[in-house]
């Protein structure tokens, strides 16, 4: 059980981590387009802030997102033991998405410039990845945390 829980708040954590650093580098690669120059410094500046200025909003979201996802793996993977790292990472990839429509949905516009789209979608897709590939090495499957590479 506590592996469960550690392993959930460090793939929120991981999945909120990716998905800022990629929203604030596609938004700065569009702002790039019309001709403006973003330094390096600029961008870890930007990227730093974002992380920052997300933290009370796009995180918890995020973490009640990755919890139900990951519960409802964990759940099926007891039915289907074998397709458990499968359903896993399934669910990591689908989690951001998902919360990014039901915002969608709720607010009548995305609030999340740098995941609109389908490239948006696609880069926090592969930040809730991250985050089941975390959450599997850390909450581990029957056999050990190890699993997953046998």
Do not use: H, K
């Amino acid at each position: 059980m506590f592996r469960w829980i550690g392993g959930w708040l460090a793939a929120s954590l991981a999945t909120y981590l990716a998905g800022c650093v990629l929203m604030t580098q596609r938004v700065l690669a569009g702002v790039s387009r019309f001709g403006v120059v973003v330094d390096l410094p600029a961008r870890a500046s930007m990227t730093i802030a974002d992380l920052g200025g997300l933290v009370t909003s796009y995180l918890p979201l995020i973490t009640v997102a990755m919890a139900i996802a990951m519960l409802a793996a964990s759940l099926l993977g007891r039915f289907v033991p074998s397709r458990r790292p499968a359903l896993i990472l399934l669910a990591g990839l689908t989690a951001p998405p998902a919360l990014i429509a039901i915002m969608t949905l709720t607010f009548g516009m995305n609030p999340l410039a740098g995941a609109a789209g389908p490239a948006g979608l696609s880069l926090q897709a592969l930040a809730g990845l991250a985050g089941g590939l975390v959450f599997l090495r850390i909450a581990g499957m029957p056999g050990g945390p190890r699993a997953l590479e046998a």
